[in-house]
């Protein structure tokens, strides 16, 4: 499986052809790195808390949302947020 680059997620590094890359070496220690990427890309509120429950017990959450706050990350569930939970956050902040 394989998405475009706005919707590759780092957890999805086996299940991906996304290369770690320098800017997000942390995603080896992703919570999410073994789970399956369409859940976190959530169509569902079930899934949607199936994910940011997988966040909740990740160790680079912090760093996860970061990356998805400053790459401005529109999609999916990033550092133990949802798109609505990061865009209100985003606001706070600017
Ligand atoms: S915070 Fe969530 S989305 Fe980010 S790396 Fe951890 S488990 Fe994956």
């Keep these: 499986m394989s ?8 957890g999805a590094i086996g299940l991906l052809s996304v290369p770690i890359t320098e800017e997000r070496p942390w ?3 992703s919570a999410c790195r073994d789970k399956d990427a369409d859940l976190f890309f959530p169509e569902t509120a079930t899934q949607e808390r199936r994910a940011l429950a997988i ?23 990033w550092g133990g947020m949802s798109e609505k939970q990061r865009r209100r956050l985003a606001r706070q902040i600017a």
């Design 3 to 10: 998405y475009p680059v706005a919707k590759q997620h780092t």
């Design 27 to 29: 995603v080896v220690f």
């Design 55 to 77: 966040c909740a017990t990740c160790p680079v959450q912090t760093e996860c949302l970061e990356y998805a706050l400053e790459a401005d990350v529109r999609y999916g569930v």
